[in-house]
């Protein structure tokens, strides 16, 4: 092959496979190496190739580490462990760059004894490479070729894979756009463009129906590394779904105009989002609802009719849980800091709406404020506060006829002694 030809089949694979020039250059290295190797060379040696990514022309080498007696095994050693299993030529590269420390049987091909190694290189010391040039040749036998071919399709794919790896973990925590595949299991596999992500039963919104060829979106939530690729987490039940969904439909929460200070969620039922303005002149609820409430039903569509009620943070923690609360209306919230719980009055007619089918309203309310939540109607909250009354009247008597009782219990000892 021409040399301008390997050039443009180089860049070719690497616009194809998304990898770096660098990563294929050292692959066709190695291959090179190998091929070498297997017509050229001898069972122990190790062999280096040197491409130039301009020019397309390789220099072969071959490297041999400098030691001395005290690395080397005793003969007694090497008698009984027999003779040495050839390591492949990756391993055996990445023991020349590792830190030479245990003993070695000494091979001529891979070694050279100090004061053979000075009289090249005058400043020669134990665990240097020593390298010489080695001729080139260009034709080489089937085997080598074959030998060749594998070792480039084998870092091919772990550079694609690699690459894959890497893409993906920097979007860990966004969203993605991506057609359902496959399912299985109950599992949904997805296509999100260079690889394909896996939806398990626990990250889909609850009765929820999918279909091949159907385009959603979906959260990345994590990103593993696995021999045969990447394994990539989807979830479409995440809060943070939520989050980034209306950072795409609200610019203001986009551009940090408006920002999104807590959620709380039940997939496929509700939702509650907790907004505030960091900027004047911007009203959070609206900026997130939008004209008519196209913004908030955009989001609503997204995630199969989950409704979302967006609602105003406060630092003042009686004004947040009682707007977390909506849409039920709240009369008064009492705090107890202590206990880190508040009790919320409502009107009689609200008891229900606040607490929310099966406690939903309530619960949400307390996921999002991180308050425990006690509901009570207008009618118990006025009896609670007769009770306390009460009890204080009877605290307050029992204190007064205290001291009666005990200045009389003393007179009748004085008269007893007398």
């Keep these: 092959m021409e040399r301008q030809s390997f050039l443009s089949a180089i860049e070719q694979i690497c616009e194809e496979k998304g990898i770096s020039k660098e990563k294929v250059i050292e692959t066709i290295e190695m291959a090179i190496a190998a091929a070498y190797k297997k ?28 030691v001395d007696e005290s690395m080397l095994k005793p003969e007694k050693e090497i008698g009984e462990e027999g003779e040495e299993i050839e390591i492949n030529l990756e ?12 003993k070695v049987r000494f091979n001529p091909d891979k070694h050279v004894m100090l004061d053979e190694a000075k009289k090249n290189k005058k400043d020669a010391k134990s ?7 080695l001729e080139m040749h260009e034709d080489y036998g089937r085997i080598a070729a074959q030998t060749a071919k594998q070792v480039i399709i084998q870092r091919i794919r772990e550079a694609e894979r690699d690459a894959i790896y890497d893409e993906y973990k920097e979007k860990e925590g966004d969203l993605v756009s991506c057609i359902v595949q496959r399912m299985e299991r109950g599992n949904v596999f997805m296509d999100i463009g260079k690889a394909t992500g896996i939806l398990f039963p626990e990250e889909k919104i609850p009765g929820e129906q999918y279909r091949l060829g159907q385009r959603l979106r979906v959260y990345i939530v994590e990103v593993k590394k696995n ?16 989050s980034k969904l209306f950072a795409l439909e609200v610019p203001e929460i986009g551009s940090g105009a408006v920002q999104i200070k ?55 923690s009686a004004k947040f849980i009682a707007s977390a609360l909506s849409p039920a209306k709240v009369t008064d919230v009492e705090i107890d800091k202590k206990k880190n719980q508040a009790s919320v009055i409502v009107p009689e ?70």
Excluded: C
Aim: hydrophobic share 30%; net charge positive.
């Design 91 to 102: 391993r055996e590269e990445e023991k020349m760059e590792e830190p030479f420390e245990r």
């Design 227 to 242: 021999t045969r690729g990447p394994d990539i987490i989807l979830s479409r039940a995440h809060p943070k779904m939520v």
């Design 39 to 66: 017509d050229y060379g001898h069972k122990g040696q190790i062999i280096r190739v040197k491409m130039n990514s301009e020019t397309g022309k390789m220099d072969i080498h071959q490297v041999k580490l400098v």
């Design 127 to 133: 665990g240097d490479e020593l390298i010489s040039d």
């Design 349 to 418: 007619d609200q008891l229900s709406l606040a607490i929310g089918i099966r406690g939903q309203n309530v619960r949400l309310a307390a996921k999002l404020t991180n308050w425990k939540i006690d509901i009570i109607s207008e009618k118990a909250a006025q009896e609670r506060k007769k009770e306390e009354k009460k009890e204080e009247k009877i605290i307050k008597k029992a204190k007064k006829e205290k001291p009666a009782k005990s200045s009389k219990a003393k007179k009748k000892k004085k008269e007893e002694k007398e």
């Design 262 to 316: 807590s959620i709380a969620r039940e997939p496929g039922s509700r939702s509650k989002v907790a907004v505030v303005s960091s900027e004047e002149g911007i009203d959070p609820i609206g900026a997130s609802i939008g004209q008519k409430g196209t913004r908030v039903q955009a989001v609503i569509n997204e995630l199969a009719g989950e409704k979302i009620d967006v609602i105003e943070w406060s630092e003042n």
